[in-house]
């Protein structure tokens, strides 16, 4: 790890202010998942142990400012003020102040009253219309009401916003143990796998996963496609899909991959099949080449599940983006669940899922505990999957 982390600042006494990410489902102002709150606890902790004063700053969901009525509704529906209790909640002992704006008196006074051990949280940063824009007098404002900052949202890092790349050019900046574990896992998985090295991408659309399976293609020994992706690559063999989910406008792409990958890629030989995208519709297994018209593809078939759970053996490292089946109903969630006990069952292997549907199905079906590492940000993930460079990442300095 050449970025410095939190351990190498001198926090005591000093303003910390933390970008991490409380980007937590809210069903009518009550928080239904809060793995996000529990994620950033650790370098919350460490920094109230060390005397810090910390200052937390997220977005949540999202505001429209192009719309004064929509603003307005978003800003009332993703209003931060149910995770401060929470968080409260999982710090006692720690006085936690939410303060209901991002900028102006009441924020600068919170700030200096607070003291060591203590922490404010700040409203949703995306009440700001600059937030998304990085404008710079807005970073420069935050930026004023600390000291130090840390990069604790790994789910924000692929975004140059104000709050991730414009306040960290402006202080002494450092990772927070959340993203420094999640770059040293994913680094580890894609820059210096233990191999074999198997990649397994689903998920609904090959354009979102177009650079990512041209990466990987380029590192792993294997690159395993399931999900509705697998439907563009079926037509761009000339293969009848029925109804199933298709990206004619990708089917070039498609073709061009195949013929790089060669026998590194591998798709899926038969496909579970529904006349209609609903739960209740009556599966039906058909092979890949056998789609009736009036079918649509939801999941893998279980000779596909047989033929990737054969390329998994032996695996000494595995990164899994995207769900191999429509996974939230239940006739066609066996692809997933199977791709799930296939990789825990794997003897010392480095496994590794990128976050997004393919993470919200591991921990759904069971396996949290199973897996080496799930990643906290989806699409921050794909894009380190990509080998870009993440801007809230790099703006960090340098041990």
């Given at each position: 790890?050449?970025?410095?982390?939190?351990?190498?600042?001198?926090?005591?006494?000093?303003?910390?202010?933390?970008?991490?990410?409380?980007?937590?489902?809210?069903?009518?102002?009550?928080?239904?998942?809060?793995?996000?709150?529990?994620?950033?606890?650790?370098?919350?902790?460490?920094?109230?142990?060390?005397?810090?004063?910390?200052?937390?700053?997220?977005?949540?969901?999202?505001?429209?400012?192009?719309?004064?009525?929509?603003?307005?509704?978003?800003?009332?529906?993703?209003?931060?003020?149910?995770?401060?209790?929470?968080?409260?909640?999982?710090?006692?002992?720690?006085?936690?102040?939410?303060?209901?704006?991002?900028?102006?008196?009441?924020?600068?006074?919170?700030?200096?009253?607070?003291?060591?051990?203590?922490?404010?949280?700040?409203?949703?940063?995306?009440?700001?219309?600059?937030?998304?824009?990085?404008?710079?007098?807005?970073?420069?404002?935050?930026?004023?009401?600390?000291?130090?900052?840390?990069?604790?949202?790994?789910?924000?890092?692929?975004?140059?916003?104000?709050?991730?790349?414009?306040?960290?050019?402006?202080?002494?900046?450092?990772?927070?143990?959340?993203?420094?574990?999640?770059?040293?896992?994913?680094?580890?998985?894609?820059?210096?796998?233990?191999?074999?090295?198997?990649?397994?991408?689903?998920?609904?659309?090959?354009?979102?996963?177009?650079?990512?399976?041209?990466?990987?293609?380029?590192?792993?020994?294997?690159?395993?496609?399931?999900?509705?992706?697998?439907?563009?690559?079926?037509?761009?063999?000339?293969?009848?899909?029925?109804t199933s989910l298709v990206e004619m406008d990708r089917i070039d792409v498609?073709?061009?991959?195949?013929?790089?990958?060669?026998?590194?890629l591998v798709l899926p030989v038969d496909t579970v099949v529904a006349s209609?995208?609903?739960?209740?519709?009556?599966?039906?297994?058909?092979?890949?080449?056998?789609?009736?018209?009036?079918?649509?593809?939801?999941?893998?078939?279980?000779?596909?599940?047989?033929?990737?759970?054969?390329?998994?053996?032996?695996?000494?490292?595995?990164?899994?983006?995207?769900?191999?089946?429509?996974?939230?109903?239940?006739?066609?969630?066996?692809?997933?669940?199977?791709?799930?006990?296939?990789?825990?069952?794997?003897?010392?292997?480095?496994?590794?899922?990128?976050?997004?549907?393919?993470?919200?199905?591991?921990?759904?079906?069971?396996?949290?505990?199973?897996?080496?590492?799930?990643?906290?940000?989806?699409?921050?993930?794909?894009?380190?999957?990509?080998?870009?460079?993440?801007?809230?990442?790099?703006?960090?300095?340098?041990?």
């Open positions: 790890m050449t970025k410095r982390t939190v351990t190498d600042l001198d926090v005591a006494g000093k303003r910390v202010i933390v970008r991490v990410d409380f980007n937590v489902p809210l069903k009518d102002g009550v928080i239904t998942d809060d793995n996000r709150i529990v994620g950033a606890l650790p370098t919350i902790k460490y920094l109230v142990e060390n005397n810090a004063k910390v200052i937390l700053m997220s977005h949540l969901g999202k505001v429209n400012h192009k719309d004064a009525e929509k603003t307005e509704a978003d800003k009332a529906k993703n209003n931060m003020a149910p995770v401060a209790v929470r968080l409260q909640e999982y710090l006692p002992g720690v006085e936690v102040t939410f303060v209901p704006v991002t900028r102006g008196k009441e924020l600068e006074d919170a700030v200096a009253a607070l003291e060591g051990g203590n922490v404010v949280l700040m409203q949703n940063t995306r009440y700001e219309a600059g937030e998304s824009k990085n404008d710079e007098g807005l970073a420069t404002y935050w930026a004023g009401l600390g000291d130090l900052f840390v990069e604790d949202a790994f789910g924000s890092v692929h975004r140059a916003h104000a709050s991730t790349v414009g306040i960290a050019s402006q202080l002494p900046s450092a990772l927070g143990f959340l993203v420094e574990k999640e770059v040293k896992f994913l680094s580890e998985a894609i820059y210096s796998p233990k191999r074999p090295f198997v990649a397994i991408l689903g998920g609904a659309k090959v354009s979102d996963k177009i650079n990512v399976i041209e990466n990987l293609l380029d590192v792993a020994d294997k690159v395993i496609v399931g999900g509705g992706m697998a439907y563009t690559f079926y037509k761009a063999m000339g293969r009848e899909i029925g498609a073709k061009a991959i195949m013929e790089k990958a060669g026998d590194k209609e995208f609903s739960a209740d519709a009556e599966p039906v297994v058909v092979p890949a080449d056998g789609i009736p018209a009036d079918m649509m593809g939801l999941d893998i078939g279980p000779k596909s599940i047989e033929l990737f759970t054969k390329e998994l053996q032996g695996a000494q490292t595995v990164v899994w983006n995207g769900p191999m089946g429509v996974f939230e109903f239940d006739a066609f969630a066996k692809g997933t669940l199977a791709i799930c006990i296939a990789i825990t069952e794997l003897p010392g292997a480095l496994t590794v899922i990128g976050g997004g549907d393919s993470a919200a199905a591991a921990i759904q079906l069971g396996f949290k505990d199973k897996i080496s590492h799930i990643s906290t940000g989806g699409g921050a993930s794909l894009e380190f999957m990509e080998g870009k460079e993440l801007p809230g990442i790099a703006v960090i300095q340098d041990k």
